[in-house]
């Protein structure tokens, strides 16, 4: 399993869309690997861990090469994590001579956004973009052997619809829990209970040091 991280950073990213503090100043100025873009990551090149609106800026940077990829995890519906209207150009049409279909596991919420998005195309194209919903609790494979787990982060509204994912392959397990607060009791139960051991982690702090759980 190689997992290659494409994006550490929060929805405005640094150096900040309109900031002008000292360290987005000190980024922008320094460049190269103080640019931090919106938190993305792919495993073995197929497995995509979230959509969000730099992911062509990743694909212009060489390491992701998007026409190869074959299942996108969503986490939820922030557009740092999924933005529908780039997703829709995998359609046929938009996207040529790619045999790659992409299936897209998502939450009942992103769902509505994906929705939005193929209302202002007028069309859906299932041969070449598929959807399916999760939720926590449920475990599946995806149709490239990659077995994986959805347990609930803590985020957003709390309607339990953002997700965090443990996916498996080849023996190895890695934990993808982004933008999450500090977990509830049951997701650490539910992790707990899956008996899963964790190769990898991968998770932030959301509003760590802020009085927001969430
Ligand atoms: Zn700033
Ligand atoms: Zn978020």
């Known amino acids: 399993m190689r997992i290659t991280q494409l994006g550490t950073a929060t929805a405005e ?15 922008a100025e320094t460049g190269g690997k103080d640019i931090r873009t919106q938190t993305q990551a792919v495993i073995d090149g197929h497995v ?4 969000p609106v730099d992911t ?18 969503v986490t939820h519906w922030h557009s740092d994590h999924f933005y529908g209207e780039d997703l829709a150009y995998r359609m046929d049409g938009y996207a040529l001579d790619n045999p790659t279909p ?36 449920d475990a599946f494979t995806t149709d490239d052997g ?5 347990f609930e982060a803590r985020h957003g509204h709390e309607f339990g619809d953002c997700l965090i994912y443990a996916v498996s392959h080849d023996g190895r397990t890695m934990l993808y829990a982004h933008d999450t607060g500090f977990p509830y ?9 899956s008996g899963l051991v964790f190769d990898y982690v991968s998770m932030d702090c959301t509003h760590g040091l802020i009085d927001n759980p969430s």
């Open 13 to 27: 990213r640094i150096p900040g869309l309109f900031c002008r503090c000292t360290l987005c100043r000190r980024a």
């Open 102 to 137: 992409l299936t897209v596991y998502e939450s009942a919420t992103v769902r509505g956004f994906y929705d939005r998005a193929f209302f202002l195309e007028q069309r859906y194209d299932d041969e070449h973009l598929r959807f399916v919903t999760v939720a926590p609790g």
């Open 185 to 193: 009791d049951r997701t650490w139960r539910m992790l707990k209970e």
């Open 146 to 150: 990659y077995e994986c787990h959805v």
């Open 48 to 51: 995509l861990l979230d959509f």
């Open 56 to 73: 062509y800026l990743h694909a212009l940077h060489g390491e992701l090469d998007l026409p190869a990829v074959s299942t996108l995890l």
